[in-house]
């Protein structure tokens, strides 16, 4: 790839901040590495001036949760009218919608888990199925906000109604999977490998994705082929279908206990790019180092219209 110059925008105005600006700074290094001139921008509402100041070639977007992976960062990028990494538009916002996304995703065979989506008032107030069921915002990351309601639980979540919920009013009530949680993910048209996670921690949380250690990835998993098969057409299916670019992720529960499916929970269109994140290391897993990969997010980019 040419030497380019390389705006990364990362931070941003999401629950997922911290992640993102590691994230971010990462992938700046990478870039760097690879002997491109890099700009980076941690974005808050004055983007565009910045976005004008740095005048790149290319925008490697390097956000996470709300306004950087729903579309609204990707309208102002088509706005800008220079190549940007990842999804565009319409694929962001419909993946940032795990209800929505499920919803689109089931006429092309996939199994994704019954749900119904609330005011959080009202998920507090009653149980909306019967559980075990996980509450979650149903546009939010990094597992902030999910809650695990066990089977015979008497009562929903009483944080739902807290004052302090900083994750909107919209919440996903979805019944719970049992098993194993695998995880694929995909470059441009090709599924990478299939991990399993292990996490320490009760589930697959905040704590557990970013702190050292806080869980185990197994790579390639250890699940029979046709399991593994069936996730990695199932991520390249969300993929394609979504209509995303570039990397995404896609996320299943594997209900090896139960009647063997593999449930796909959402596909996300800005994977983290963390030292404990799961795509980078899908695709070292398959000879494409670090540096290499975000060189290959960059050479991506696009801007369509
Ligand atoms: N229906 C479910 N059944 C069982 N566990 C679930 C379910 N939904 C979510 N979880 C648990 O919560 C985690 C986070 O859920 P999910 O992947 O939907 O959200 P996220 O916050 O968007 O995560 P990410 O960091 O991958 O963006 C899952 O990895 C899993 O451990
Ligand atoms: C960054 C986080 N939402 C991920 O999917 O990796
Ligand atoms: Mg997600
Ligand atoms: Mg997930």
């Not at 590495?33 to 976005?51: A, N, P, S, T, Y």
């Not at 070639?57 to 102002?76: K, P």
């Not at 916002?93 to 209800?99: H, P, S």
């Not at 929505?100 to 609330?118: I, N, Q, S, W």
Request: aromatic content about 6%.
């Amino acid at each position: 790839m040419k030497t380019s110059r390389i705006a990364v925008l990362l931070g941003g105005m999401s629950a997922e901040r911290e992640v993102s600006l590691v994230s971010g700074v990462k992938c700046a290094e990478a870039l760097r590495v690879k002997g491109h001139e890099v700009v980076e921008i941690d974005v808050d509402r004055d983007v565009w001036d910045r976005l004008k100041d740095a005048d790149p070639d290319i925008v490697f977007n390097a956000l996470h949760g709300e306004y950087g992976e729903d579309g609204r960062i990707q309208g102002l990028l088509e706005y800008f009218g220079r190549p940007y990494t990842h999804s565009g538009v319409a694929a962001s916002a419909l993946a940032m919608d795990k209800e929505r996304t499920k919803a689109a995703l089931r006429p092309f065979g996939l199994d994704c888990p019954e749900g119904v989506v609330a005011d959080r008032f009202e998920a507090a107030r009653t149980h909306l199925i019967e559980p075990p069921y996980v509450a979650k915002p149903n546009d939010r990351g990094s597992s902030v906000g999910v809650l695990i309601v066990p089977e015979g639980a008497n009562r929903p979540p009483a944080e739902l109604a807290a004052d302090s919920w900083p994750y909107g009013d919209e919440v996903l009530i979805e019944k719970f999977i049992s098993g194993r949680e695998l995880t694929v993910a995909v470059m441009d048209d090709r599924p990478l490998a299939v991990t399993e996670i292990v996490p320490k921690t009760a589930f697959y949380d905040y704590e557990a994705k970013y702190a050292a250690g806080g869980s185990d990835h197994i790579l390639p998993a250890d699940v029979p082929a046709a399991v593994a098969a069936q996730a990695m057409q199932a991520a390249l299916t969300a993929h394609r279908e979504i209509g995303c670019r570039g990397l995404t992720r896609t996320d299943f529960r594997w209900d090896e206990p139960g009647d063997g499916r593999v449930w796909l929970l959402e596909i996300n269109t800005q994977p983290g790019m963390t030292p404990t994140s799961l795509a980078p290391e899908q695709a070292a897993h398959c000879g494409i180092d670090f540096p290499d990969l975000v060189e290959w997010m960059a050479e991506d980019a696009s801007c369509p219209r």
